[in-house]
């Protein structure tokens, strides 16, 4: 079976401007989250999606958006871009009857 | 609120030498813990995960850790390091109260020399 997958694998934009981030979970999985990772930190909370509807928000502003689609994929949003949201994003599936997310291979995005 | 510490920021040990790594949690319902492995340039994998059931947990690679809960630690370790453990490994705590949301440590840089 097919693990977690992400696109783009990396990202280069400049300040200001827009990225979408693409996720698809592992099958049967309807559970995605979104983590940040700066460099030299351990990954950040974004945001957890079940069932198409947002259970759980981190401490980011509101330039930061997601969503979940009736496939159980998910997109995360980013307006506005700053130089310090330079980072590795990370996408993690789970099955809602288990406590393991399993986490895809990530984007790296880097802001000009 | 949930919090990990990870106690070492760079750890360095030989091939064929003990593995420890200290990872310390503060959860004010019992918890979930997790050990993931990152390599340069990639995403998280799981290691190994506690979650009530068995104290010891095994996992894969020959890592294994402990819970002590009166220690609130979840120390990771191998009998003996290969060169390919070369990697970053990250604690993380996870309630059911909170969502599942993974908090993670700072990480520490695993180093294995000859």
């Known amino acids: 079976d097919a693990g977690v997958t992400q696109s783009p694998t990396h990202l280069i934009k400049t300040r200001g401007q827009h990225v979408t981030l693409r996720c698809s979970p592992i099958?049967?999985?309807?559970?995605v989250s979104w983590y940040q990772q700066v460099l030299g930190q351990g990954p950040q909370f974004i945001f957890q999606?079940?069932?198409?509807?947002?259970?759980g928000r981190g401490n980011f502003p509101d330039r930061f958006s997601a969503r979940q689609f009736p496939n159980y994929s998910s997109e995360l949003n980013v307006n506005a871009l700053l130089l310090g949201d330079s980072a590795l994003y990370l996408c993690?599936?789970?099955?809602?009857?288990?406590?393991?997310?399993?986490f895809g291979p990530g984007t790296r995005l880097l802001v000009l | 609120a949930q919090s990990v510490t990870q106690l070492g920021s760079h750890v360095s040990v030989s091939e064929g030498a003990l593995v420890l790594l200290r990872c310390n949690y503060s959860?004010?319902?019992?918890?979930?813990l997790f050990w993931y492995v990152q390599y340069p340039n990639q995403g998280l994998q799981l290691l190994l995960k506690?979650?009530?059931?068995?104290?010891l947990v095994k996992g894969i690679n020959g890592f294994e850790a402990e819970f002590k809960k009166s220690e609130t630690s979840f120390h990771l370790t191998k009998p003996s390091a290969h060169m390919s453990d070369a990697a970053e490994y990250f604690c993380?705590?996870?309630?059911?109260?909170?969502?599942?949301?993974?908090?993670f440590g700072t990480g520490t840089q695993l180093k294995v020399e000859l």
């Open positions: 999606y079940y069932e198409k509807e947002e259970r």
């Open positions: 993690a599936s789970r099955s809602f009857s288990q406590e393991t997310q399993y």
């Open positions: 993380a705590v996870s309630t059911t109260g909170g969502g599942n949301k993974l908090t």
């Open positions: 959860s004010s319902v019992p918890p979930y």
């Open positions: 099958s049967g999985h309807k559970s």
């Open positions: 506690y979650t009530s059931a068995a104290t």
